[in-house]
């Protein structure tokens, strides 16, 4: 993508420069198609690092994707490790549990025995 934002940009200031060089007609319509190109450019160089950002006047524009895809990688991750831990919650109160049953119930065979 960077290429062809590149790309972009020099045919515009190549455009806009053989139209005032060697046509020789006014400038003002080569320096806004210069700055459309460069603006459609620039917007392609940087639209794989956007994700939203808004424009009084214009609207919205995508911005940050790179980040917010990381940052869903990273929650995802700690979504899974919480998920591991309680289920090894869940083992090790089972494993209490049997081992508090199996206590009571050779006290009380000691207390029989005993009595």
Same mark, same amino acid.
């Given at each position: 993508?960077?290429? %062809?934002?590149?790309?972009? %940009? =020099?045919?515009? +200031?190549?455009?806009?420069?053989?139209?005032?060089?060697? +046509?020789?007609?006014? @400038? &003002? @319509?080569?320096? %806004?198609?210069?700055?459309?190109? %460069?603006?459609?450019?620039?917007?392609? !160089?940087? #639209?794989?690092?956007?994700?939203?950002?808004?424009?009084?006047?214009?609207?919205?524009?995508?911005? &940050?994707?790179?980040?917010?895809?990381?940052?869903?990688?990273? $929650?995802?991750? !700690?979504?899974?490790? $919480?998920?591991?831990?309680?289920?090894?919650?869940?083992? =090790?109160?089972?494993? *209490?549990?049997?081992?508090?049953? +199996? &206590?009571?119930?050779?006290? *009380?065979?000691? =207390? #029989?025995?005993?009595?």
């Amino acid at each position: 993508m960077h290429l %062809i934002g590149i790309l972009i %940009i =020099v045919t515009g +200031l190549a455009i806009s420069g053989w139209w005032t060089l060697y +046509l020789r007609r006014k @400038p &003002a @319509p080569a320096i %806004i198609q210069c700055l459309l190109f %460069i603006l459609a450019g620039t917007t392609v !160089l940087v #639209s794989d690092r956007l994700v939203e950002l808004t424009v009084e006047g214009v609207g919205t524009v995508k911005a &940050a994707a790179r980040q917010a895809v990381a940052d869903a990688e990273a $929650i995802a991750a !700690l979504k899974d490790r $919480i998920v591991d831990q309680g289920a090894t919650v869940d083992l =090790v109160a089972r494993k *209490a549990s049997e081992a508090e049953k +199996l &206590a009571e119930d050779r006290c *009380a065979v000691a =207390v #029989s025995r005993g009595t």
